[in-house]
């Protein structure tokens, strides 16, 4: 069992940044790649960010490619999902989700651990 919580949301201006937290207990974090995923109302739950267990890779929607960045530090049980130039439609529940093995999934049906959720509000 991978037990995650979620912190670090808020209302912020687009153009703005905001850092989000997802922190770990139960099991050794690095057996796990790590996803960030975020869903809007009456929408699916997409894929935002993902990292490799040991770190060494990340994966990038094509929404956000070059505005977040995802990392990780496995002594300390966090992934981080940092985000810059927000813009409204960035706006929705970030889910932060761990997967047993080395790559993160792109679906989210393929994570087995998802953390409450942690709201994104980006103002026009």
């Known amino acids: 069992q991978v037990q995650l919580v979620e912190s670090g949301g808020g209302l912020v201006q687009a153009g703005g940044s905001l850092r989000l937290s997802c922190a770990a207990s139960g099991r050794t974090f690095s057996h796990y790649a790590m996803g960030w995923f975020r869903q809007a109302p009456g929408k699916e739950r997409d894929f935002v960010a993902g990292?490799?267990?040991?770190?060494?890779?990340?994966y990038y929607a094509d929404s956000v490619k070059g505005r977040f960045t995802i990392s990780r530090d496995n002594a300390k049980n966090t992934v981080i999902l940092r985000m810059n130039s927000l813009k409204p439609e960035d706006t929705a529940v970030y889910y932060c989700?761990?997967?047993?093995?080395?790559?993160?999934?792109?679906?989210?049906?393929?994570?087995?651990?998802w953390g409450q959720g942690t709201q994104v509000t980006v103002s026009a």
């Open positions: 989700g761990a997967v047993e093995g080395r790559y993160p999934p792109r679906v989210a049906n393929s994570y087995g651990y």
């Open positions: 990292v490799t267990r040991l770190g060494g890779g990340t």
